[in-house]
């Protein structure tokens, strides 16, 4: 059980365009959804922790107009890019828990965003 | 802020050998995860475990909360096992990362 998913597992866009990453808890409700970023050979930096229905808190320094995050149910949250540069190339990963019941996070499987 | 460090950064073995990772911690906290990140980028919860000792496998862990330290266990390595182990504590809901131990398994 516990599973997470994420759409799409790679993509490749041009400057100035915008992109749109899906989180999925495909087993589970989840009360809250966690955006991570992972740059090469680095750990994982929390950008924002979505609640269901309710707007994302974004950590310092992470720009909530470039990053817009939506938890529009308790299975669904979404990470757009908007306006992409190349420096917004990274590795992104939601995470999902049920904090109700346990802090245990479960990731999905990560989108790798190239950016030309 | 809770600080988490991981030691060792490196380590290479043959295949069929047992390793010993160990995750240190700054302050207490209410929970402790190991990870596995495969070469792939997926990240695969190995433990939730604050406290005692758990086994899954040809892998365990031990976390002695008081005295702030985790250990992660692997025997009888496989090439599979390759990749970076992270631990990462909870501080209330909020995870904080160690840096990882890369791990490579040898054929």
């Known amino acids: 059980g516990a599973v997470v998913s994420q759409h799409p597992s790679w993509v490749i866009c041009k400057s100035g365009t915008s992109v749109k990453i899906e989180c999925r808890s495909l087993d589970f409700q989840a009360t809250t959804m966690f955006w991570y970023r992972q740059f090469p050979k680095q750990s994982l930096m929390l950008m924002a922790t979505s609640n269901e229905g309710s707007k994302a808190t974004y950590e310092q320094g992470v720009e909530k107009d470039k990053f817009l995050i939506n938890h529009a149910s308790l299975t669904l949250s979404t990470l757009t890019v908007t306006s992409a540069h190349p420096e917004d190339s990274s590795f992104y990963i939601c995470?999902?828990?049920?904090?109700?019941?346990?802090?245990?996070?479960?990731f999905g499987p990560g989108t790798r965003l190239t950016v030309t | 802020g809770i600080q988490v460090e991981q030691s060792p950064p490196d380590l290479i073995l043959q295949e069929g050998a047992n390793s010993t990772l160990r995750c240190n911690f700054s302050d207490s906290v209410n929970n402790l995860q190991w990870f596995h990140q495969n070469p792939w980028g997926q990240l695969i919860n190995l433990f939730y475990?604050?406290?005692?000792?758990k086994q899954n496998g040809r892998l365990s862990a031990t976390t002695v909360a008081t005295e702030r330290y985790s250990l992660l266990y692997i025997s009888s390595s496989q090439t599979t096992d390759s990749g970076v182990y992270f631990c990462?504590?909870?501080?209330?809901?909020?995870?904080?990362w160690g840096a990882g131990t890369k791990l490579i398994i040898k054929p």
């Open positions: 995470s999902a828990a049920r904090l109700a019941q346990s802090y245990e996070q479960y």
């Open positions: 475990i604050p406290s005692g000792t």
């Open positions: 990462a504590v909870y501080s209330n809901y909020q995870l904080i």
